[in-house]
């Protein structure tokens, strides 16, 4: 029997509450189906208990579900008063309280008292598909619909070329085979044939350079009107690749100009509504402000130089970006021809969208792993588990997604003048919950700091120091801080400071590790980082996942991650021999890091 953790059950179970009569049919099957292995490929078994499964197969905690219910759950509301009796009346003499028969409470009245809260996801469908191919992808927008998440589909076909004979009719064609498609599912959806978008930049846009491509398109609210009707009658809109022309011509334009002008505009509309966001609730009115951007394609994600051409499993735009256009092979742009483009495209709707939103690609072939990225709003697996492991893991795949954030800046500073002292200080003490010793503190990193990285303003911080020991020839490379502010745990922040703190230390040397971000850049040789933890920490579990080993000295845990470069040297020069159970180089340094970490005073105030 499979293990699933509360938040998953909490979820089926307001799931299953929504659904139709069959639904309980479908749940006893899926309980049954939990007692043997589930199917290797689930995309291949096109059943009722998919949705289920791929809710259960988050297996999301506690901390990862908690962004799912805060979007999607109606909001608390206060208890009612409770009836006043006037004490100084005598209980035998007190009128009796009338006693009223309420009535059976409507579906409609239920959901205005109760509802679930639905936002919006602007999808691009990236074709051509087959029939199979397009239901497994109507599938997944049903799925997302059933867990509060609307989609506003684009169609778009690469085989067919703007100005070509009969490309209009083709993509509408297209258009109405996926509504058609989404109806044999079980949606409701509605095609918007006409132009959503203006062909051309917004009027009153200034002339400026941006970080980022602008579309060339635009939207007004009265645009929108089409998609707001569609999604208040419960509708999904499907919508082909159209924009007005200055002589109010409905002409095709690139898909990502739609749905960049889409983010635009409905973020705007949305934002104009947030006064009215309680009335939004209580009339089951969608929200408008996209929560995600989905890109379904037949390529997948992003390759990656790291992975062999594997996907990116999480990407931070901030600072990747321009390192990942640098590093995109030549032979994957004839494999991942729209990777740039489509990544492009998430850069610039995510400029528009909250800080909170996320862009995923994403193949037809992985449609059920949208509803896992849904739940937790992180990768299908961690970019910040050891490369070993990632190697060998089945959930990496060439279909594996592509997880996009807005991101932050990572840096890194080598002097402790270079820190700014009070924003390290709210960092720290918000993060671990306690007083910095300041003054003992900053003195000791004058004489040990080795380098610190920064992601952002001071929204997450790795102070790595060097350890003097009498028995190693150097000093040991020592974490002696890893914090992220509480506002941006979740938000893919420790993930990408813990990328950059292997890339700068025990991940040090390999080509994989150049990326700039201030830092030696992948230039020189690797060294073992160690660590320490409270023996009850709670994240103890995320580093016995990242660490090489472990060893229990009383009331803490020390960790260590060996140096990659190395161990991968030693390994191609032994070949089938392998490493042995302790090398030479390691005898004896679990003793000296023991010993010098033991001897490493307190930060904290007691």
């Keep these: ?135 497994s992808i109507a599938r997944g927008m049903v799925y997302l619909e059933k867990l509060g998440l609307v989609s506003v589909i684009v169609v778009e076909n690469d085989d067919v070329q703007r100005g070509e004979q009969d490309s209009r009719s083709v993509i509408v064609e297209d258009t109405m085979r996926l509504v058609s498609c989404l109806e044999k599912h079980g949606a409701r959806a509605r095609p918007v044939l006409g132009a959503v978008v203006r ?82 609730e209580a009339s089951g009115e969608v929200d408008l402000t ?23 499993l999480l990407i931070n735009l901030d600072s990747e970006s321009k390192h990942i256009r640098e590093t ?48 937790t709003n992180r990768p299908a697996v961690s970019s910040s588990l050891p490369h070993a492991l990632l190697q060998g893991n089945r959930k990496l795949t060439p279909h594996t997604p592509t997880l996009i954030r807005r991101g932050l800046p990572i840096r890194v500073v080598r002097t402790v003048e270079n820190i700014d002292r009070i924003k390290m200080n709210a960092l720290l003490e918000q993060s671990f919950g306690r007083t910095l010793e300041e003054s003992d503190f900053y003195d000791r990193l004058k004489r040990t700091l080795d380098f610190v990285i ?56 390999h080509p994989f590790s150049a990326n700039p971000n201030g830092g030696k850049e992948g230039q020189g040789e690797g060294r073992d980082l160690v660590w320490r933890s409270r023996a009850n920490n709670p994240v103890n579990k995320w580093y016995f996942e990242r660490s090489s080993g472990h060893v229990r000295m009383g009331d803490w845990v020390l960790f260590w991650c060996d140096a990659e470069k190395r161990l991968k040297i030693e390994q191609g020069r032994r070949g089938r021999a392998g490493l042995s159970y302790v090398e030479d180089w390691e005898e004896g340094r679990l003793a000296s890091w023991i010993d010098v970490v033991h001897k490493i005073p307190s930060s904290w105030k007691k």
């Design 1 to 135: 029997m499979h293990s699933y953790s509360v938040p998953c059950r909490q979820l089926v179970r307001s799931t299953i509450k929504n659904q139709r009569s069959q639904t309980f049919k479908a749940f006893y099957a899926t309980i049954q189906s939990l007692r043997k292995a589930p199917p290797a490929d689930i995309d291949d078994v096109p059943s009722d208990n998919d949705f289920i499964l791929s809710i259960l197969r988050a297996n999301a905690s506690s901390r990862d579900a908690k962004p799912y219910f805060a979007s999607f759950s109606p909001r608390p509301r206060p208890a009612p008063a409770l009836t006043q009796i006037d004490e100084a009346t005598p209980v035998e003499f007190r009128e009796p309280l009338p006693v009223t028969e309420h009535p059976k409470v409507s579906p409609l009245i239920a959901s205005i008292i109760d509802p679930v809260i639905r936002r919006t996801a602007l999808v691009k469908i990236q074709g051509p598909f087959n029939q199979v191919q397009l239901d």
């Design 199 to 280: 062909l051309g930049p917004k009027p009153e846009d200034p002339e400026t350079v941006q970080d980022f491509v602008p579309p060339e398109a635009h939207t007004f609210p009265s645009d929108l009107v089409p998609i707001r009707s569609a999604l208040r009658s419960g509708e999904i809109p499907v919508i082909p690749p159209f924009a007005l022309d200055s002589f109010c011509r409905s002409v095709r334009i690139d898909a990502n100009d739609v749905i960049g002008a889409l983010a635009r505009g409905m973020v705007e509309a949305g934002s104009q509504s947030s006064s009215a966001d309680a009335s939004i």
């Design 290 to 312: 996209p929560l995600r951007v989905m890109i379904i394609n037949r390529e997948g994600g992003v390759p990656s130089y790291a992975r062999t051409g594997f996907p990116h």
């Design 328 to 375: 995109f092979h030549e032979s994957w742009r004839h494999t991942h021809k729209t990777a740039l483009s489509n990544l492009a495209l998430a850069k610039t709707c995510l400029t528009y969208m909250p800080p909170t939103s996320s862009a995923v690609m994403v193949s037809h072939r992985s449609q059920s792993s949208l509803i896992g990225n849904l739940i």
């Design 454 to 509: 920064i992601a952002g303003d001071y929204a997450g911080a790795a102070i790595v120091t060097n350890e003097p020991s009498s028995d190693l020839s150097q000093p040991i490379s020592y974490l002696d801080k890893f914090a992220v502010l509480p506002s941006h745990q979740g938000d893919g922040t420790v993930d990408f400071l813990w990328v950059a703190l292997h890339d700068e230390s025990y991940g040090l040397g």
